[in-house]
């Protein structure tokens, strides 16, 4: 569905990528996971035309979708939901929604996506008429999800969904998640509670200096002790190319 | 009591057209984060623009009108973002706020060089003819330069509220990066503002140069007065601006009528101190936020 080809960017001057390589299939969810500033968000942002790409190429179902702006992204089924607060803080809940399909030609249609969104999330429709920036931060969390899905994405790129959020609330987060999987929807996540995310993932991908240092079954890299010794300071010695698929 | 009405409605003209300069300031503090100090100039300009219209190009005045209203779109919206906002803005607001005094300099003595030193007559819009207003005798013009006034910030308001382009601008002056990645064009977002501040500029000056005449130095005391009127109402609010206008344009009139005309330029100043003192975020605004 995603692949990511030896993609290499950064931001100006400076590479973050290194060649980043992988590809997820359709309707799973998969969570990056890594050291800080082993470049996840910078993958996502790569992917939705947000900075420079020196080389390398992202496809979509086939078809090669490298540097094209956030508004071709959407066009081809990508949303993205950036790591902290991304209302917009004075506008409604419900116009804050209507923005999830500002790009959309046909603005009935978005309208009766935004009732359909707010049957998925009955808070959304509860507090409609009141201003973003009133709402509880997993309100607002799920504010941003529900306006992700307005334009029924076929992929959601989502970074650290469970930042900022209650326990019960990102248990929430991530039971939606997996209920928009089983939908078809394919997720690519980035999420610093890694055992919580892989243990809700179908797939795993373990990025470090910008590179795929591991790309397996979530459940294998839940198990795997290279990803612990990551995870405690160290570095992936003996990550083998068959591990970077 | 009828030379209190006429006094009061009378200030609320001239207040309400310094609202508009002052949305100016409102708009593109939230599209550039920036201050615009050549503000009160983008009020004169226009002026002339019409006069050149009517003297150079032999229009009549309303065709005039709409030819000053577009070539300040082109020159005070458009070239403005493209040829000193974009340039400078990647070097900080306060190279940005500099370049705009430079800017209010530039403007003034262009005009005073190239077209006249000396005030100059501009028609009239309304009749200033008396009219009977609940046993005050109120002029025509100034009636109607209130109801023009709060017309257009009528319009502007259910502009940016009750339409998508409007809420789109909203959004890339809130929180551009989530307008961005929401698919919202946030840099012609941002040219919008700038064509609406320079649109609001020019209708203010069809509005107050027929009582003020057309004249290179006009731009400072409207700059200054409509400055404070937004800081008064609330920099980050639009109908801040508009509350700060009117009430520097009645607190004016009342003390110049009933206390003492001597001093009246100083009554903006006091007003700004104790805004600034008692509510820094000025009566309207939020001590946070961007909105529009």
Redo the contacts between chains.
């Keep these: 569905m995603l692949e990511l080809r030896n993609l290499v960017g950064g931001y100006g001057k400076i590479t973050i990528l290194n060649g980043v390589s992988f590809s997820i299939p359709k309707g799973t969810i998969t969570t990056m996971i890594g050291p800080n500033g082993a470049g996840k968000s910078t993958v996502f942002k790569a992917i939705?035309g947000?900075l420079k790409i020196e080389s390398g190429n992202v496809l979509i179902d086939g078809q090669d979708v490298t540097r094209q702006t956030?508004?071709q992204m959407?066009a081809h089924g990508v949303t993205?939901v950036?790591q902290g607060r991304?209302?917009?803080?004075?506008?409604s809940v419900y116009?804050n929604l209507?923005?999830?399909g500002?790009?959309a030609p046909d603005?009935d249609k978005v309208k009766q996506r935004i009732e359909t969104v707010m049957d998925q999330f009955p808070m959304l429709r509860e507090f409609r008429n009141r201003k973003a920036?009133e709402l509880s931060g997993g309100q607002q969390k799920q504010l941003e999800v529900a306006?992700a899905l307005l334009l029924d994405p076929k992929l959601i790129l989502i970074d650290e969904p469970s930042i900022g959020l209650s326990p019960v609330l990102v248990q929430e987060v991530f039971k939606t998640l997996i209920r928009l999987r089983d939908q078809g929807v394919t997720i690519l996540m980035v999420e610093q509670n890694a055992k919580a995310a892989l243990a809700m993932s179908d797939y795993g991908i373990v990025l470090e200096l910008g590179q795929t240092r591991m790309h397996d079954k979530a459940s294998n890299l839940l198990v795997d002790p290279r990803v612990g010794q990551l995870f405690l300071g160290g570095h992936v010695e003996e990550a083998s190319p068959a591990d970077a698929h | 009591m009828s030379q209190f009405l006429q006094v009061l409605l009378s200030g609320l003209a001239t207040g309400s057209i310094y609202a508009l300069a002052a949305i100016g300031f409102a708009l593109v503090w939230q599209a550039a984060q920036t201050v615009n100090f050549a503000q009160g100039e983008f009020v004169m300009v226009p002026a002339f623009f019409v006069l050149i219209g009517m003297g150079f190009f032999g229009m009549p005045f309303w065709l005039a009108l709409a030819f000053g209203l577009a070539l300040s779109m082109l020159v005070l919206g458009y070239a403005f973002k493209k040829l000193i906002v974009e340039p400078i803005l990647p070097h900080g607001g306060i190279t940005l706020i500099i370049a705009t005094m430079a800017l209010a300099i530039l403007l003034k003595e262009t005009v005073k060089e190239s077209y006249s030193a000396e005030a100059q007559p501009f028609p009239a819009l309304f009749s200033n003819a008396p009219m009977n207003f609940f046993g005050a005798a109120v002029s025509i013009q100034d009636i109607l330069n209130l109801i023009v006034s709060l017309s257009i910030v009528v319009v502007l308001t259910l502009f940016l509220n009750r339409t998508r382009t409007g809420r789109s601008m909203q959004a890339a002056a809130q929180n551009p990066a989530v307008a961005e990645i929401l698919g919202v064009n946030v840099k012609r977002m941002v040219l919008y503002t700038f064509l609406i501040n320079a649109a609001l500029a020019s209708l203010a000056a069809f509005l107050i140069t027929p009582v003020y005449l057309a004249k290179f130095s006009n731009g400072e005391t409207i700059g200054l007065i409509a400055f404070i009127a937004a800081i008064v109402g609330g920099f980050n609010q639009i109908r801040g601006a508009l509350v700060g206008g009117l009430l520097i344009g009645v607190l004016d009139n009342l003390t110049a009528t009933y206390v003492t005309a001597q001093y009246r330029a100083a009554l903006p100043l006091v007003l700004l101190i104790m805004i600034i003192l008692v509510r820094p975020q000025g009566i309207m605004g939020t001590s946070e936020g961007r909105s529009v």
């Design positions: 939705f947000l956030p508004r959407i993205y950036p991304n209302i917009v803080p004075q506008l116009h209507e923005l999830g500002v790009t603005q920036v306006r």
